[in-house]
T-cell receptor, first 114, second 111 residues
Framework: RKEVEQDPGPFNVPEGATVAFNCTYSNSASQSFFWYRQDCRKEPKLLMSVYSSGNEDGRFTAQLNRASQYISLLIRDSKLSDSATYLCVVNGTLLTGGGNKLTFGTGTQLKVEL | DVKVTQSSRYLVKRTGEKVFLECVQDMDHENMFWYRQDPGLGLRLIYFSYDVKMKEKGDIPEGYSVSREKKERFSLILESASTNQTSMYLC??????????FGPGTRLTVL
């Protein structure tokens, strides 16, 4: 089983739609969770952290379900500029020198269309 | 503004050549990472470094080595490039927190 699993998509949605992505993780000891966004031929960038109580940043809402070991990202009122690949990221193994290794999902591709 | 730079955006090399990929960060971060990204496989950790001259193997270190002589610079070396090392290589850095900042990537093609 992969450490972090995502549906690769693509999710093709019309502008203004609401779309949700899920991600499951296998390491029950994971403490920190993130969504990164990666535009075509660009590097990944942090979109938002995911907190236990759920959190919102404008049109984006992230949720965590520890019991079922999944996290979700909801995008409301989709814009053309939201078209990108969304990477689910989970921290795990402690690294030598401090901090944790981040494990990246393979990403879910979103295409927002007119 | 946070910045991670990589020496080349695109690189074409021949099988057997020695390849150097350079990464520089200006944020005084302790931790630096090298990943490769391939379709369907996502980002895979090759090596990381948590201090000058300190390095640790990631998940797929075979065929690679690294060097960190200065805090801001982390180099990835392919001793003898092979076609299966054709990939996008991404460098990243972070402090003790979890946000990682990535460089723009180097798309390496080995012929």
């Amino acid at each position: 089983r992969k450490e972090v699993e995502q549906d690769p998509g693509p999710f093709n949605v019309p502008e203004g739609a609401t779309v949700a992505f899920n991600c499951t993780y296998s390491n029950s000891a994971s403490q920190s969770f993130f969504w990164y966004r990666q535009d075509c031929r660009k590097e990944p960038k942090l979109l938002m952290s995911v907190y236990s109580s759920g959190n919102e940043d404008g049109r984006f809402t992230a949720q965590l379900n520890r019991a079922s070991q999944y996290i979700s990202l909801l995008i409301r009122d989709s814009k053309l500029s939201d078209s990108a690949t969304y990477l689910c990221v989970v921290n795990g193994t402690l690294l030598t020198g401090g901090g944790n290794k981040l494990t990246f999902g393979t990403g879910t591709q979103l295409k927002v269309e007119l | 503004d946070v910045k991670v730079t990589q020496s080349s955006r695109y690189l074409v090399k021949r099988t057997g050549e020695k390849v150097f990929l350079e990464c520089v960060q200006d944020m005084d971060h302790e931790n630096m990472f090298w990943y490769r990204q391939d379709p369907g496989l996502g980002l895979r950790l090759i090596y990381f470094s948590y201090d000058v001259k300190m390095k640790e193997k990631g998940d797929i270190p075979e065929g690679y080595s690294v060097s960190r002589e200065k805090k801001e610079r982390f180099s990835l070396i392919l001793e003898s490039a092979s076609t299966n090392q054709t990939s996008m290589y991404l460098c990243a850095s972070r402090s003790q927190g979890n946000e990682q900042f990535f460089g723009p990537g180097t798309r390496l093609t080995v012929l």
